[in-house]
């Protein structure tokens, strides 16, 4: 954040400027700890419990050709209808976009916005000029069409706005929606599908009598604008009827900056069968799993042995090494409720798909991005901004020049830092090599093929990368939207 605008975002007008003393002790203290932003000491936003009474509602689904207007609209997200982004009228979140791996998309934007907009389409490897680069932008009553082919394996992909400056509160008041891919060696599995098979997406808002409240103080800059009502699908604090059976939950954080660690009221497993960019190799069973902005699980979870009348919650259970701002609170996201007995023959395959570690003796080249912000000082002539290698996000400059058909690792290090930063590369998925400080290991939801890797403070994360033959140029991200509109984008030119 430059200066102007931190002095204008934390209340202080012309009068606290005279004053001098108490404006030069004001920002003193924020350059304490180091010179970091730690000294700023982030505070949780605390979840509100809802009651639960609303039915968890299933977005509808359509094709790969499709329409989406960006657009004001009404939605009832906790009771009464308030006033939202959609993609379609009268509700949040987009339709669900689903096709088959080798499928032809054709995909009309049409910006009803009083501002620019465009779509990302995250996950997906498609041509720069079809990604939604920040600056390819869609103007007030224009339209575009993106046109591209699905070329990846089976996943759980999302879309969701991407102009320069406006990513976070886009996003946050709703425009965002779910793609899924299948694929042949998927099918061949036989997963809980139909009724049984439930996409749900977590998000947290703050939500006011007439809308989504979107304005961020200096300090929700610094940790992620956190809402303190969790939705799902929509929703604020919904339920949903399940039988006796197992069922395919397919999670993603859709939220601005807030982490979760999903686990479920009864201690039960969750058996990860997927993340980001499809299935894994084979199934990992946990009882809690860190789930952070732009991630995606596919779980599998079995309601046999419960009771008509039983319930039980999808919670957020305490977490630490996240800062000042994360983990500290457990609360509710939402409720199952047991309403049938059934038998379920469904048993939960060893192997899921065949996947070939990549071996770092291949990579042709490592880059190191420091993603510590341990400079983010407030100085007369300086900036306070989030940065990767002490840069911000300029779409006139190259940083990053990459040969086609190569693989590279590429070292996200958050030593240094104070805020955990999930980093998303565009165009690319990626596999995790290694994880050095905090957790100082790989988890089991990061097996297999990712395009968001989670780095908390004190960690440096290695990923390995097999670049493709899409020239042109793509952004990389820290996916914590609030970090990624103040700055903290760098982009490389694939040729």
């Excluded at 082919?149 to 089976?154: E, G, H, P, S």
């Excluded at 319930?311 to 199952?336: D, H, V, W, Y």
Aim: some cysteine; hydrophobic content about 40%; charged content about 15%.
């Amino acid at each position: 954040m430059r200066r102007k605008d931190f002095i204008k975002t934390a209340g202080l007008g012309t009068g606290a400027i005279l004053a001098g003393s108490s404006l030069t002790a004001f920002l003193a203290g924020c350059g304490k700890s180091n010179s970091n932003m730690g000294g700023m000491g982030g505070t949780p936003v605390n979840v509100i419990d809802g009651n639960f009474s609303q039915i968890l509602p299933i977005p509808n689904v359509v094709g790969e050709n499709a329409t989406l207007i960006a657009q004001t609209t009404t939605a009832n997200v906790s009771g009464t209808g308030i006033s939202v982004l959609g993609y379609q009228a009268n509700g949040i979140l987009g339709p669900t976009i689903r096709t088959n791996k080798g499928s032809n998309a054709a995909i009309n934007l049409q910006n009803k916005l009083a501002e620019p907009t465009n779509i990302h389409w995250h996950g997906l490897k498609i041509p720069s000029n079809m990604d939604g680069y920040p600056t390819d932008v869609v103007n007030v009553n224009s339209s575009f069409s993106y046109q591209f082919l699905v070329n990846q394996r089976a996943g759980l992909y999302w879309y969701h706005p991407h102009p320069d400056g406006l990513t976070a509160k886009q996003v946050f008041q709703g425009l965002a929606g779910l793609f899924i891919v299948n694929d042949p060696e998927e099918l061949t599995l036989n997963l809980p599908g139909g009724a049984y098979e439930i996409p749900l997406v977590i998000q947290d808002k703050r939500l006011s009598a007439t809308g989504i409240t979107y304005s961020p103080s200096m300090m929700d800059i610094m940790t992620g604008y956190m809402g303190d009502s969790i939705i799902v699908n929509g929703v604020h604090a919904p339920y949903t009827e399940v039988s006796t059976r197992y069922y395919r939950l397919r999670i993603l954080n859709g939220s601005n900056a807030r982490i979760y660690n999903l686990t479920l009221s009864n201690n039960a497993d969750m058996i990860i069968i997927g993340n980001d960019a499809g299935l894994l190799k084979n199934p990992a069973t946990v009882r809690s799993v860190l789930l952070a902005p732009g991630e995606r699980l596919d779980v599998l979870v079995n309601f046999a042995g419960l009771s008509i009348g039983d319930e039980l919650f999808l919670e957020n259970r305490t977490f630490s090494g996240a800062g000042t701002a994360q983990g500290k609170q457990a609360f509710k996201i939402m409720k199952f409720k047991i309403t049938q007995v059934v038998s379920d023959i469904f048993t939960v395959p060893s192997t899921l798909s065949n996947i070939i570690s990549l071996n770092a003796s291949g990579a042709v080249k490592t880059r190191n991005f420091n993603i510590s912000n341990a400079g983010m000082s407030m100085g007369m002539g300086g900036g306070m901004r989030h940065r990767i290698n002490d840069k911000v996000f300029d779409a006139t400059r190259i940083d990053e020049i990459v040969n086609a058909n190569t693989v590279e690792i590429w070292v996200f290090d958050n030593s240094q830092g104070d805020e955990p930063h999930p980093m998303h590369i565009h165009a690319v998925q990626f596999q995790v090599l290694q994880r050095t400080g905090g957790r100082n290991q790989v988890i089991a939801s990061e097996a297999g093929w990712k395009d968001t890797v989670l780095v908390m403070p004190g960690e440096i994360v290695k990923v390995i990368i097999p670049f493709e033959d899409y020239p042109g140029k793509f952004v990389f991200h820290c996916h914590n939207l609030e970090h990624e509109d103040d700055g903290m984008m760098l982009q490389y030119q694939l040729s």
